[in-house]
């Protein structure tokens, strides 16, 4: 069955620091997502993207984060300059297109943890 | 604004018996989807059920069954004969439509006592 990867499972990094967040995103979805989950809390919009742009972004995407997807199959969300409070689970998801539905099921990726020190 | 509220942080329920677990949204959208996933404690996010706003019947996927009432705008998670793996956290959500973002409720814990 397919499923959304996503690179590293872990990462490490000092603030100030920039990181990039890997996804493979299940291949016939239109639809890319990045969600974040600090610990303990409920899981957070950060991006849409749709047809090489992006569709939404919340709040919290400021400057600091962008998202590219730079070939055919991967989707990156870069943080230029990490903060301590960027800490959390980032979670990549897709959904497919589907005529007639109210709105399709975002599947997700297993996430990266991301800790800055 | 959209906003979905799970009020029960934590549940027990014993292994083989049902549980429901809440969850009540609020929307000005005419038509949304409803979700429910689970998290694990490994952290990953597997989707569950998923219930149109204009669907009539409630949403079965095996032992999961959504029990939707719009008028009262709740989304309730039925697991029927809860099973020790069923242990995780369930988070529902919503969506007003492809593309859009997905809002999520704080969550439930729920522990299966064997």
């Not at chain 1, 997502?33 to 409920?42: A, F, H, P």
């Not at chain 2, 204009?54 to 998670?77: C, H, I, M, V, W």
Request: net charge negative; aromatic share 14%.
């Amino acid at each position: 069955e397919p499923e959304v990867t996503q690179t590293p499972s872990h990462q490490v990094t000092q603030m100030g620091q920039e990181v990039i967040l890997r996804c493979v995103p299940i291949s016939n979805h239109l639809y890319f997502y990045w969600y974040r989950q600090i610990l303990g809390q409920k899981v957070e919009f950060l991006v849409s993207f749709y047809n090489n742009e992006i569709s939404e972004k919340s709040e919290i995407f400021d400057d600091q984060f962008s998202v590219e997807r730079p070939d055919g199959s991967n989707f990156t969300l870069k943080i230029r300059s990490t903060k301590l409070e960027d800490s959390a689970m980032y979670f990549c998801a897709s959904s497919p297109p589907r005529a007639g539905a109210i709105t399709d099921t975002q599947y997700f990726g297993p996430g990266t943890r991301l800790t800055v020190l | 604004a959209q906003k979905i509220t799970q009020t029960q942080p934590g549940m027990f329920v014993q292994e083989k018996e049902a549980v429901t677990l809440d969850c009540t949204y609020d929307t000005s959208d005419q038509s949304y989807g409803l979700f429910w996933y689970k998290q694990p404690s490994s952290g990953e996010m597997i989707f569950l059920i998923y219930q149109g706003s204009y669907d009539e019947q409630n949403a079965t996927e095996g032992r999961y069954s959504l029990n939707f009432q719009k008028a009262r705008k709740s989304a309730n998670l039925v697991i029927s004969a809860s099973q020790l793996g069923d242990s995780a956290m369930y988070f529902c959500a919503m969506s007003p439509n492809t593309g859009n973002q997905f809002y999520f409720g704080t969550g439930t814990s729920l522990t299966v006592i064997p």
